[in-house]
């Protein structure tokens, strides 16, 4: 299974990025599919997930109303596109995938596979 995660780049504070994540060797729509982040010096937190089978949507408070989260099953990528982007989105963001089905964000833990993230950098 790969997980690859593009669209880092650096944005201004109000801006917008859209993040993909193309997986590979995944059942697809078995999987539900998180985005998580990790700030320097912080924990990694989820800000959003999509969860199996029902694609149920899930968000962060810190993030809800700004970020989206979207999942294809044609092309098996999911994107989050964020909106108005402030200072403390700044990290880096990781793809996660997991064969469960969720009733909120989930902890780091219980994630099967991780891509190897792409970083978002703020600036006023």
């Known amino acids: 299974v790969q997980l690859v995660e593009s669209g880092g780049a650096l944005a201004q504070t109000g801006g917008s990025l859209k993040l993909s994540c193309v997986t590979s060797?995944?059942?697809?729509?078995?999987?539900?599919i998180a985005w998580f982040r990790q700030a320097p010096g912080k924990e990694r937190e989820a800000v959003s997930c999509?969860?199996?089978?029902?694609?149920?949507?899930y968000y962060a408070d810190s993030v809800k109303g700004r970020f989206f989260i979207s999942k294809d099953y044609g092309e098996e990528t999911s994107w989050l596109q964020m909106n108005n982007l402030k200072a403390e989105d700044a990290a880096v963001y990781y793809c996660a995938a997991m064969y469960r089905t969720l009733s909120g964000l989930p902890h780091s833990s219980l994630v099967h596979f991780w891509g190897k993230g792409t970083l978002v950098t703020v600036s006023s």
């Open positions: 999509v969860s199996a089978p029902d694609l149920s949507q």
């Open positions: 060797g995944l059942a697809f729509r078995d999987a539900t």
